[in-house]
């Protein structure tokens, strides 16, 4: 089986390795950079910053806990060389692991010729064919630009050129408070920018639990960052600095800015490779695909952000599994109610499955258990704060849904993920026994209070 896999990010790279170890003889064409957006522009570059984010907070907080010092200052260039030294670490990594793989790395752009084969259209191997038996679409997504006046002024960036400013905006605003938005204005803000978030929704992180985000709201708040929610940017123009005008409680105000972030949604990425050409299904430039990945045509698999699904990385890496798995003749597909979805503010922010509202909309009866981390024992010794929800259906008592914002959050959401995938009861969380002290404890005293019996909160 010759399988090519155009795009290098955790959906191709994934695919690759994954279709290798099956047996297959495999092609992966990347037109810039292995790793693709995640490990070059996207999760982990973000996170480099977003953890010296967190080592300057929890510095400014040192005395709480018994640490004196003078004064601290941070070196940006040096902030910004390790953030490129960790990509660089991580996507070596993942070319040794291609080579290992016996598998074929060509970097240049590749569009579709037929519906067996690639062609390269730039770099060295231009106008190189590539045939296939079956191809997998991993193309990925760029930042959407929104119509409005002055959007393409200097000083008006993505995501991408917002990881590597040369110096620290004074002032940035941020258009959306989504994902990419709430994670800047976390670095920004810690880095000493005078930040404001502009969200068209009534609520920043609209798709998050309103008590979980109401948490946030406060946090972000706290730590001076300007919040406009239900508000619309009109238009930007420039003067000694960029001004945003912004339409927020009836009111015209005017935002004066060094950055603006345009942080509104991502788009599928797939303009380049004349897919049409062989008649393969879209919609607005989303590639169809069914559960297997599979799309219109039966050779051809689509998967990651350009598919239209959800836009994760772990999310396209499971994708880029199924597909190679359902090409080699194994039967595959994904659980879609154990993806996990995590915010890197802080505190951090972790749920899978249904929120309360959600199962409600859904016409289910539910009973959830909170637990607030005050009364956490590790966040106490931590310093942090924070809630676990748990949502069960009233019934059967089956675990229908995690929430959680608190320290940890990102890594503990894996406990809530396996019980989804395993049907697991309410009862079969609470006598999964919980190491002391750890933030997890909390979600199992979250899930005893969905009976309202957690044992460390009072009557
Ligand atoms: P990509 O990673 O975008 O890879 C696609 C690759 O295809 C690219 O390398 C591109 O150059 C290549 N390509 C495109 N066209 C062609 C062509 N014609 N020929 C050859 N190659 C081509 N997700 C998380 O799960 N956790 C996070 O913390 C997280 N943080 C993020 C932070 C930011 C700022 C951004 C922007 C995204 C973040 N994401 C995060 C989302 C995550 O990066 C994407 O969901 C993930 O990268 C999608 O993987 P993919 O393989 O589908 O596409
Ligand atoms: P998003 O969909 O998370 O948020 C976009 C926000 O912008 C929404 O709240 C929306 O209401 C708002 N918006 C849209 N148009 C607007 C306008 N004209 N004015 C004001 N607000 C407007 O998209 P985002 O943040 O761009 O991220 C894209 C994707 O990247 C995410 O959906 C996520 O899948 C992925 N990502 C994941 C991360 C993680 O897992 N930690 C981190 C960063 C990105």
Redesign the pocket.
Known sequence: MRIVV???????YVAAIRAAQLGAEVTI??????????L????VP??VLLHTAEMIENLNCAEDIGIKFDKFTFDWDRVMNRKIEVVNQLVDGVKGLLISNNIEIII????FNTDKSIIITNGEECGKIIEFDACII????E?SIIPIKGINLEGVVT??EA?SFKEIPGKMLIIGGG??GS?FAEIYSAFGSKVTIVEMADSILPMIDKEIVSITREKLLSKNIQIMESARVLEIYKKDSLIVKVEFEDEIIEVDADKVLVAAG?KA?TD??KFEKIGIKSNRGMINVDTNMRTNLKNIYA????NGGI??????SAE?IVAVENIMNIKSEIDFKTIPS?I?TKPEIASVGMDEAEAIKKGLKVNVGRFPLMANGKSLIMGEEGLVKIVAERETEEILGVQIIGPRATDIIAEGALAIRLEATVNELITTIHAHPTVSESVMEAATNVFGHAIHLPR
């Not at 070059?40 to 999760?43: A, E, K, R, V």
């Open positions: 155009l795009g290098g990010g955790p959906g191709g064409i990347e037109k810039n950079k292995i790793g693709g957006t995640c070059n522009i996207g999760c973000t996170k240049g752009l590749g569009e991993a193309v990925g997504s930042s995501s991408e990881l994902v990419i994670e991502r990425n380049s490779i998967v990651g952000d350009c836009m994760l990385a772990h999310v396209a880029g995590t890197y």
